[in-house]
């Protein structure tokens, strides 16, 4: 089920939280749609973050439109109406307050003796009526209703003066959704204006609010569904929050002393409260040795705090203002205070106002004087008496002083807790189905019965509208042009401003709240990745220890039996100090990786080189021309270094492999690798310092990578491989077993290393790919030869190979005769810029085409 809740702000939300959390716990969604109230704010921000299934959007900031303004001024005039009855005779101060807002046509109308009469008063009431019913919808609102698509339309208050939630329930009954209102409470259906629209649904707390909707409202009693009083279900079950010493001293109070707590009124009830607590104080303890001791509680209206924050009552001893600036009991914490307030009471006592029902809820006796300030607003409201009647009311109501005097010494002399008189009050007002009963339940079964019922019959006003519409629009442009329709504009234009405003300031909130979270992610993700670096740099430091107990081994085997180039001798002492390398040096690993072709970290301190440049372009014409997915970039492991540019880092080592890679892809070998779901074995001569087989085994993780090297160089490559791939399969030669053990379920081994010249490769698995990156330029030529034919006869049908290009190529002649014996050469041209000429591309320094790129495809015989 999905229901569109309008309300007037969001202060409303308080007396249905547990409907809306209900109604998102049986798994219905809720648009929640409310102008912004900030004593609202926290309460409809909570209930959103906890139920995903409830949200909430502001009203929809609409301009002034002539037939709705007509409308509101219409229902104006007929609630003005209703307080000329003789039910309300003895409330002059409700039908003030309805005389503010009644329009000027309708007052001059009563004045008149034929309409001015009881008769004429209905007629009229009856004919404004049907003016209303007869005036077109807001195609907005239409709109705005349509792209909800709600099963359910409810709407409260409702019964403000001119109703003008109206609109949204027409557009919804036209669009055949059914409506509803939820009452808010328990005073609005006898002091505010009336119900002017059919409803399908209408939900009141008890027997009493039921004889007020139908009589009052002529709403259809079939319509009418008690379910309790909402708003109090959670008191039923609160307990204490702290002792009552504790909160005596919390509030200012003296602990040894029993307290009277005065629960404040709103203002159109009480707008001068200050000075008749003060003189109500004053009188009670010069009349009572009983009640001059006690202490005196004042909580505020929380929309009604104005008069107090500044009340000085320094003067009278054990008497506080508490909360000073008056608080809104919808969080548990002021909830908990408001609750302790009550509970550690003597009594409550107040003028009218709904902290009285929850006094009784509470089991506090509740008492109030008949004062001649407050006759309007006691006397002189309907609702008062739901309060005050002999039978089932909770008031303990005096109509003098003395009487008043008496009945609170009565009270504190019992200390009783449990007044008989609240159990049948909440029995008869605000539990009707049993005092054990929650309402929220029952509110919310009414809602999914009333949704179940399905779509009704659209209903787009009656059919004699459009016949009158002509007369009404003259009575609506001139209605639009009458000073109250100005205020009312400016009005609107002010909130869609304010609106605006507002959707500006969320949008730049939430902007740095992406930023903060942003900030927050990086923060986490660096410590993360310094406990991934020290996580790293553990385990290399274990893969060293081992790599080199196994190299050292080794070098007894491999290093008698070959010839080194000078080159070769330079690289191995280079690699010397890394034999006996403490945990700091192997957690720097990638620093030392020059030696074995690496780049050089240094070379990346400054920002401002050409190197930069250079390597920016590169890599910008290689991902132009190639896509992201074959490059992988510098990582932060083992000392990992570069430039940092919109979160990437890279190299030259970086630039180098990504061409190569590249290189493989032009060359219709490296998609064999990807895709296939056979395993591969690649043969990388020299390994390097690792940097390419790390590149290589991400980008086609189903291949077995086997290295060959002198036994020194695997202190680099062999490490920084295993602690890349911390859960990979590793398998060192063994020059103790046969060559069969070693190549025994090599499917299954990720990395296979081995000293060069220990591991004869005709006996194993034929290899697919041989990768050289530099090493064989650096060999003697037997040494190269016998390389290139090891790869030949283990059945290796690619052979890819890169030379540098300077100083000379005469020096990489005995490599590339030594490929060509066996394979069939094609060069791979360096990739170019089209973008950029070429006599600019030779003042910029070289990369791309300082290498020589060959691969060769295996000869059928030689």
């Not at 220890?545 to 050292?552: E, G, H, I, S, T």
């Not at 080194?564 to 280079?574: F, I, N, W």
């Given at each position: 089920m999905t229901i569109l809740f309008v309300m007037r702000s969001t202060v409303y939300v308080r007396n249905f939280e547990s409907t809306l959390r209900l109604l998102a716990a049986r798994g219905h969604d809720v648009h929640i749609v409310a102008d912004w109230d900030d004593d609202g704010r926290d309460l409809i921000n909570r209930i959103c973050g906890d139920c995903p299934r409830i949200r909430y959007s502001p009203t929809p900031p609409l301009p002034l439109n002539r037939w709705s303004f007509l409308g509101t001024e219409l229902r104006r005039a007929i609630d003005y109406l209703r307080y000329l009855g003789s039910e309300y005779a003895d409330a002059p101060k409700l039908r003030g307050r309805a005389e503010r807002k009644a329009p000027a046509f309708v007052m001059a109308a009563v004045n008149r003796p034929l309409l001015g009469s009881r008769p004429g008063r209905w007629l009229l009431s009856r004919l404004l009526h049907w003016c209303d019913r007869a005036l077109p919808r807001d195609p907005a609102i239409d709109a705005f209703v349509q792209a909800e698509r709600p099963d359910l339309v409810l709407v409260t208050p409702l019964v403000e003066t001119g109703s003008p939630q109206a609109d949204y329930l027409r557009s919804a009954r036209a669009l055949g959704v059914r409506t509803g209102l939820c009452v808010y409470s328990w005073d609005n259906l006898t002091n505010k204006g009336l119900i002017h629209d059919p409803l399908d649904l209408v939900t009141v707390w008890n027997e009493a609010m039921r004889r007020e909707a139908v009589t009052l409202h002529h709403v259809p009693s079939r319509s009418v569904v008690v379910t309790g009083a909402v708003p109090y279900d959670h008191w039923f079950t609160w307990q204490p929050h702290t002792t009552r010493d504790a909160f005596c001293a919390r509030a200012g109070l003296r602990a040894d002393r029993p307290y009277l707590l005065y629960v404040c009124s709103s203002k159109f009830i009480a707008p001068d409260e200050v000075p008749f607590v003060r003189d109500w104080i004053a009188r009670l303890r010069g009349a009572s040795a009983v009640l001059r001791d006690a202490g005196v509680l004042i909580r505020p209206h929380p929309q009604n705090s104005g008069a107090w924050a500044a009340a000085d009552l320094g003067d009278l001893d054990n008497v506080v203002v508490w909360p000073r600036t008056g608080a809104n009991p919808v969080d548990d914490d002021s909830r908990a205070e408001y609750f302790d307030s009550i509970h550690y009471s003597a009594a409550v006592v107040g003028v009218n106002t709904s902290a009285q029902i929850e006094a009784a809820i509470i089991g506090r006796g509740v008492y109030t004087i008949l004062a001649p300030e407050f006759q309007h607003t006691q006397q002189g409201?309907?609702?008062?008496?739901?309060?005050?009647?002999?039978?089932?009311?909770?008031l303990h109501v005096a109509h003098t002083f003395p009487e008043h005097v008496e009945q609170l010494e009565a009270a504190l002399q019992r200390g009783d807790t449990d007044d008989p008189r609240c159990r049948r009050f909440l029995a008869a007002f605000v539990r009707p189905h049993g005092i054990d009963v929650p309402a929220t339940p029952r509110l919310v079964e009414a809602l999914e019965s009333t949704a179940a019922r399905g779509r009704r019959r659209a209903d787009h006003g009656p059919w004699w509208g459009a016949l009158l519409r002509p007369l009404l629009s003259v009575a609506a442009d001139r209605q639009a042009l009458s000073q109250r329709a100005g205020e009312e504009r400016r009005a609107r234009n002010w909130r869609i401003k304010q609106q605006r405003r507002l959707d500006a300031m969320a949008e730049k909130q939430q902007v740095h709240q992406r930023r903060a979270a942003r900030r927050t992610e990086r923060k986490a993700r660096s410590a993360a990745g310094r406990d991934d670096l020290g996580a790293a740099?553990?385990?290399?430091?274990?893969?060293?220890?081992?790599?080199?107990?196994?190299?050292?081994?080794?070098?007894?085997?491999?290093?008698?039996?070959?010839?080194?180039?000078?080159?070769?001798?330079?690289?191995?002492?280079?690699?010397?100090?890394l034999w006996d390398a403490s945990p700091d040096t192997v957690a720097m690993l990638r620093t030392h990786s020059v030696a074995a072709g690496g780049a050089r970290a240094a070379d990346y301190e400054d920002s401002e080189s050409d190197l930069l440049g250079r390597l920016r372009h590169d890599l910008h014409v290689l991902r132009r021309q190639l896509g992201s997915d074959l490059l992988v970039l510098e990582p932060a492991q083992l000392g990992g270094f570069g430039w940092i540019k919109a979160g990437e880092r890279f190299n030259a080592d970086t630039v180098r492999y990504f061409e190569v890679m590249g290189v493989l892809k032009d060359a219709g070998v490296l998609g064999e690798y990807r895709a296939s779901r056979q395993r591969r074995l690649v043969w990388d001569i020299g390994g390097g310092w690792g940097g390419f087989g790390y590149r290589f085994k991400t980008v086609a993780p189903n291949t077995t990578y086997l290295i060959t090297a002198l036994p020194d160089q695997f202190l680099l490559s062999a490490v920084y491989l295993m602690t890349m791939f911390p859960d990979a399969t590793v398998r060192f030669y063994d020059e103790s077993r046969s060559p069969d053990e070693f190549w025994r379920e090599w499917e299954r081994v990720d990395f296979m290393f081995a000293p060069e010249g220990a591991l004869p490769l005709r006996s194993g698995p034929r290899v697919d790919l041989t990768i050289d990156l530099l090493a064989l330029s650096a060999m003697p030529p037997a040494r190269v030869c016998r390389h290139v034919e090891h790869a030949f006869e283990s059945g290796a049908r690619y052979f890819y190979t890169l030379l540098p290009t300077v100083p000379s190529i005469d020096d990489t002649a005995h490599v590339r005769r030594a490929l060509a014996r066996w394979y069939w050469l094609h060069p791979v041209p360096p990739r170019t810029d089209p973008e950029v000429p070429s006599d600019d591309m030779m003042t910029l320094p070289p990369f791309m085409s300082d290498r020589l790129h060959l691969v060769g495809w295996r000869r059928i015989g030689v």
């Open positions: 409201t309907l609702h008062f008496h739901h309060l005050s009647a002999d039978e089932g009311g909770v740099a553990a385990r290399a430091y274990d893969s060293y220890l081992r790599v080199r107990d196994w190299a050292a081994r080794m070098r007894a085997v491999a290093n008698g039996h070959v010839t080194l180039s000078d080159a070769e001798r330079q690289s191995l002492a280079a690699l010397a100090h």
